[in-house]
């Protein structure tokens, strides 16, 4: 019997031990601006306004013209609503002239800047449509848009306001 007693006031001073050893830890990176308590904590948004709220007026509305990727011409339809970074914002329609095959895709707003938007585009109807596509256009001097999509831009082309 005075085995087992000893053993638990043993254990209950190692369990002690152990509690104060965490305890002191935990106070002690509580102060360390690298700890996870520190990290969780959420600093003052910083982000400039035209970064959140990122479609400018003057990209709002229809857009449409012919772009080519080299080989064949394609009639595009792009329409661009208000809304921020990360939400889908565009719908385009690319269609090639000589086959008629149309695609239809869906954009959402990577990027914006108050001359630039770049999307990443679902393909919302179609066949044969190129998936994970993404597109960017620039406001040109003259009020068009320069449009680029496809892996690298392949597909370029000047958009007019319809």
Same mark, same amino acid.
């Given at each position: ?13 190692v &369990? +002690?031990?152990?509690? *104060? @050893?965490?305890?002191a830890? %935990?106070?002690?990176?509580g =102060? ?5 308590a ?6 003052d ?8 709220w990122?479609?400018?007026k003057v990209?709002?509305g229809e857009?449409q013209? &012919? +772009?080519?990727?080299g *080989? @064949?011409?394609?009639?595009? %339809?792009?329409?661009?609503? =208000? ?5 889908e914002?565009?719908?385009s329609s690319d269609t090639?002239?000589?086959s008629?095959?149309r695609?239809?895709?869906?954009g ?11 999307f ?6 179609g ?6 596509m993404?597109?960017?256009?620039e ?22 306001r319809s």
């Amino acid at each position: 019997m005075a085995d087992a007693k000893r053993l638990t006031v043993i254990g209950g001073a190692v &369990v +002690a031990a152990v509690l *104060v @050893a965490i305890v002191a830890f %935990v106070v002690a990176s509580g =102060s360390d601006s690298g700890s996870v308590a520190a990290s969780t904590e959420r600093p003052d948004d910083t982000t400039p306004v035209a970064a959140v709220w990122a479609v400018p007026k003057v990209f709002l509305g229809e857009w449409q013209g &012919v +772009a080519t990727d080299g *080989v @064949a011409a394609h009639d595009i %339809v792009l329409t661009i609503r =208000s809304g921020k970074n990360a939400e889908e914002v565009a719908t385009s329609s690319d269609t090639d002239q000589s086959s008629g095959n149309r695609c239809d895709r869906i954009g959402r707003l990577i990027s914006g800047t108050e001359t630039e938007l770049v999307f990443a585009a679902r393909v919302a109807a179609g066949v044969g449509c190129e998936e994970g596509m993404s597109s960017t256009v620039e406001l040109r001097p003259d009020g068009t848009i320069t449009y680029r999509a496809g892996r690298g831009g392949a597909i370029t082309g000047t958009l007019h306001r319809s």
